[in-house]
């Protein structure tokens, strides 16, 4: 190819320097030096960089999808959709050539012709009149322009010197001689800049017309065609009158290859520009049509995860199936507004887990994600650990006890306040004791597990780790059912200080991974890590792969077991009781006609309030926090948090059929075989 290339450029530059010499002398200085560079016998052309232009994927926009194939939003630094020639209406690849390199198919890359009659007009007029360049020359100018990454690379693309034009001039002859004249075309058609941030002819007929570039006609294929030379002047949409005076060009030139009929030239410039503007694209998570934090999460999932990197995400191409819900989302975004408005100093943040899958329906926060100013942050809030979450790690010591001898029905008297015979004020194991007390001197002093847990006794549950004698246990059960922000480290830092107050929920928690943790009590014990991408395509379809060449796993990552079923069984029917019982504390979330198991939590001076509530469909917990400072968020989970959780999830149970959580395990609750059952909690009789 070597020869090819050299040669055909030899026999450009020399009859082009002839037949200028007479009107263009000081350009034969420039030919020579052009002929000395193709016969040196070095190949002046890279085959990487002829690669770049002919084969190498095209940045394209990367769609982002929801659950049900609805649009969530576009990664891309350059809006382009590539198509295939028969994607292309043949009118857009005849008015393109007409106007713009009328030899197309029968020169090798570089037009001597072209060349001549531009050196003439640019001599003529004292200036650069007319670039000469092909098509291919072109392409290849508009690929180096795009894949610099730099301003020194883009001005070397664009330099106005006889090396650059030399170097474009060799590359065109290269990419000639190794594509198809119809390739050639369709790669530029897929590359060029239209303007109006449109790459490529399928999204400039998107944005101009509303329709595919299969679709065009031949006006809005000549309007199409005159924005390659000036997409700015010669906007249709912000300059009507300028892109009709150059789409007439366009046809001129048409009628003139015999590409239009005398009588559709006289109609079709006599017709106005006529543009149908598409809307604009959603461009990264700020732009988000739906769920901003859940777009943020999937990204950095996508990459950190399943380790993909940013220039895959916003060049690949791809498309990306994930797992939100749109009611489920927007029905979380309108209930965390309605009880805190986005103005409010206080953050409310809603995140919703598929039980028995970890596929992350939504992610709700009064705030808007990725913009400046009141109501706006970038701080991913569903999932960051900010604040405590109370009470609900009482779930964790409850089912730590409920594996290790215990029973629903063990019952031990604690008054309020209590004194803690094993734990210390300030952990480990000297110094004064710790005491604790209730919310409320309303608690009986003698309680069961189940009713100590629907009422949320501080008094029972420290009482309770007494008789463990170390929150190792309950400290591993939290890690074990997924609450993967108690870190090793904190949860070292818990066993080894002896912090009685772990049941009380004081550690920094993470909304999501507390959700998810309680969504493998309610799926029956098993345990899925969250997972927001259930898809992975490349744009021939296949599944990308990974750096280790294997398909992306997109697959769930459950670990059946990680709570046995009959401790879960009986759990959530214990749990009901916070919800559907005379006793609970979250008798806001109940939505009649539903089977509902919860659990609130407070932190310690009210810096957080939380509630996780769940059929045996939707797992969904609340938190309300402060996330720049501790304040008293006022209230209790079982009000704001309640409140909210009813809220967002009414909409979502009433497409659904009302389901019930399974019997909750005789042994487990501590009910003899024969007797006893159903198990009454307040006025709730549990299922066993």
């Avoid at 979450?389 to 209590?418: I, M, R």
């Amino acid at each position: 190819m070597r020869w090819v290339v050299v040669v055909k450029l030899l026999g450009a530059a020399v009859v082009a320097g002839m037949l200028v010499a007479a009107v263009a002398g000081p350009w034969l200085v420039g030919l020579d030096l052009a002929g000395r560079a193709v016969g040196d016998g070095q190949d002046p052309v890279s085959a990487t960089t002829v690669a770049e232009v002919t084969s190498a994927p095209l940045p394209a926009v990367t769609t982002v999808l929801a659950a049900d194939g609805s649009l969530v939003t576009d990664f891309f630094d350059q809006d382009r959709v590539p198509v295939t020639a028969d994607e292309i209406a043949p009118v857009m690849g005849t008015a393109l050539v007409d106007v713009e390199d009328a030899r197309f198919y029968s020169h090798g890359g570089v037009d001597p012709v072209g060349t001549l009659r531009a050196l003439v007009a640019d001599v003529s007029s004292g200036g650069a009149a007319q670039g000469g360049s092909t098509l291919t020359q072109q392409l290849v100018k508009q690929t180096l322009l795009q894949r610099a990454d730099s301003t020194a690379g883009q001005e070397a693309a664009t330099a106005d010197t006889l090396g650059r034009k030399l170097t474009e001039a060799r590359l065109a002859l290269a990419v000639d001689a190794g594509m198809s004249k119809p390739d050639i075309l369709t790669r530029y058609l897929n590359t060029v800049y239209f303007g109006h941030g449109a790459y490529g002819v399928q999204a400039a007929a998107q944005t101009y017309f509303s329709v595919d570039a299969a679709d065009l006609t031949t006006l809005q294929a000549a309007t199409l065609a005159g924005l390659v030379q000036n997409p700015s002047s010669d906007d249709p949409i912000a300059h009507p009158d300028a892109a009709k005076a150059r789409r007439d060009v366009v046809l001129q030139r048409m009628h003139t290859q015999g590409d239009l009929a005398d009588a559709d030239l006289a109609t079709d410039t006599a017709a106005p520009v006529t543009t149908v503007p598409g809307p604009d694209l959603p461009q990264g998570c700020a732009q988000a049509r739906l769920g901003g934090f859940f777009c943020d999460y999937a990204r950095q999932y996508l990459t950190g995860t399943l380790g993909l990197t940013d220039q895959q995400l916003d060049e690949g191409g791809l498309t990306i199936t994930t797992t939100v819900d749109p009611l489920v989302q927007r029905s979380g975004d309108a209930a965390v507004v309605r009880t805190l408005p986005s103005d409010s100093q206080l953050a409310a943040v809603d995140d919703v887990v598929q039980p028995g899958t970890g596929h992350v329906l939504g992610m709700s926060v009064n705030r808007t994600f990725g913009c400046t100013g009141a109501g706006c942050t970038s701080v991913d809030l569903p999932t960051v650990a900010a604040r405590g979450a109370g009470s609900t790690y009482k779930l964790f010591t409850a089912a730590y006890a409920l594996q290790h001898g215990y029973t629903a029905s063990f019952t031990q008297t604690t008054p309020s306040p209590y004194t803690s015979t094993v734990y210390k004020k300030n952990g480990g194991t000297r110094g004064a004791p710790y005491v604790v007390s209730n919310a409320t001197p309303n608690y009986p002093e003698t309680l069961d597990m189940a009713d100590a847990l629907v009422m949320s006794s501080n008094t029972f549950f420290v009482g309770l780790e007494d008789h463990l004698g170390s929150v190792e246990g309950p400290v591993r059960e939290a890690q074990q059912l997924g609450l993967a922000s108690l870190t090793d480290d904190e949860a070292q830092q818990a066993i080894d200080g002896e912090q009685g107050s772990f049941t009380l929920g004081p550690v920094a928690t993470s909304p999501l991974d507390l959700t998810d943790a309680y969504a493998t009590v309610f799926s029956g014990g098993t345990q899925c890590d969250p997972t927001p991408v259930t898809a992975v395509t490349g744009p021939d379809g296949a599944q990308v792969a990974g750096a280790d060449g294997e398909p992306l796993d997109t697959g769930d990552h459950c670990t059946a077991g990680a709570l046995p079923t009959p401790v879960a069984h009986t759990l959530a029917q214990v749990l009901r009781g916070d919800v559907q019982s005379d006793i609970g504390t979250a008798s806001r979330a109940r939505i009649p006609g539903y089977d509902i198991a919860g659990k609130t939590g407070t932190a310690q001076e009210n810096y957080s309030i939380a509630f996780v509530g769940s059929t045996p469909q939707y797992t969904a917990g609340v938190m309300v926090f402060d996330p720049d400072e501790e304040v008293d968020v006022v209230g209790y989970g079982g009000d704001k948090g309640a409140r909210i959780w009813h809220d967002a999830m009414a909409p979502v149970l009433a497409r659904a059929s009302s389901t019930s959580f399974p019997p909750a395990d005789r042994g487990v609750l501590g009910v003899p075989e024969g007797g006893g059952c159903p198990f009454t909690e307040g006025d709730l009789q549990l299922v066993c």
